[in-house]
């Protein structure tokens, strides 16, 4: 089956603190993998995506086909990261996102 | 450009009512989705519309259906509407319709409640 598993409802952190926010899936084939973020009353937004390999906004995010992961990290949090974030799949045979369950980030000052 | 616009914003509707809401997509994406989102289930996909064709459609009721019109504009439809139907209804665009290169890009969404 195909499936977006982010463990955490909420992660709370403190202002510079380093962040992970996991993300692991299940799919048989070379997935396409997706972070997106909504900040408070905004829509959502793409963060990133695994094939282009860049950071945004200080955060990154490596593909580990033998751990089926897809881990969010930023090394210093900063108090407007905090908003959901969302672990998204690109599911090609049906042409559609799977989207994990996401995961609210509070960075605290 | 302008974004994916979702009208109306908010709805609210009685059991039994249908419902129809409208996403006009950013210009030139001829791709159109639609997700439900919910605090039980999260974000679950709808359908898909790709140049006046629905090329997929996700797990629900034959009650929830869809259309694409030209323009790339797309409408959902809701009938008999039921107490569960009240959620965040998400309309997003992409220029293809998969790929590597692939990205959706979100509206605000309706708010629909049920009573």
């Known amino acids: 089956a195909q499936r977006v598993t982010q463990p955490e409802k909420l992660l709370s952190v403190f202002k510079g603190a380093p962040v992970e926010l996991k993300c692991n899936y299940s799919?048989?084939?070379?997935?396409?993998l997706f972070w997106y973020v909504q900040y408070s009353r905004q829509r959502l937004q793409l963060l990133l995506r695994?094939?282009s390999r860049e950071s945004i906004k200080g955060f990154t995010a490596d593909l580990n086909k033998g751990e089926t992961s897809f881990h969010l990290k930023k090394p210093f949090a900063q108090e407007e990261d905090s908003a959901m974030y969302y672990c998204?799949?690109?599911?090609?045979?049906?042409?559609?996102?799977?989207f994990g369950a996401g995961t609210r980030l509070a960075v605290h000052p | 450009k302008a974004g994916v616009t979702q009208t109306p914003r908010y709805l609210i509707k009685t059991r039994g009512q249908q419902v129809t809401l409208s996403c006009s997509p950013i210009s030139g994406h001829r791709s159109v989705s639609w997700y439900q989102q919910t605090p039980g289930q999260g974000l679950q996909f709808l359908f898909e519309?790709?140049?006046?064709?629905?090329?997929n459609k996700g797990n629900f009721p034959g009650r929830f259906s869809g259309r694409q019109f030209s323009n790339s504009r797309s409408e959902m439809n809701v009938s008999t509407l039921e107490l569960g139907d009240s959620a965040l209804y998400l309309c997003?665009?992409?220029?293809?319709?998969?790929?590597?290169?692939?990205?959706?890009?979100f509206g605000p969404g309706t708010r629909l409640t049920v009573t």
């Open positions: 695994h094939i």
């Open positions: 997003a665009s992409s220029m293809t319709s998969g790929g590597a290169s692939y990205e959706q890009y």
């Open positions: 799919y048989s084939g070379s997935p396409e």
């Open positions: 998204a799949l690109f599911s090609g045979g049906y042409n559609k996102l799977i």
């Open positions: 519309y790709f140049s006046e064709t629905q090329r």
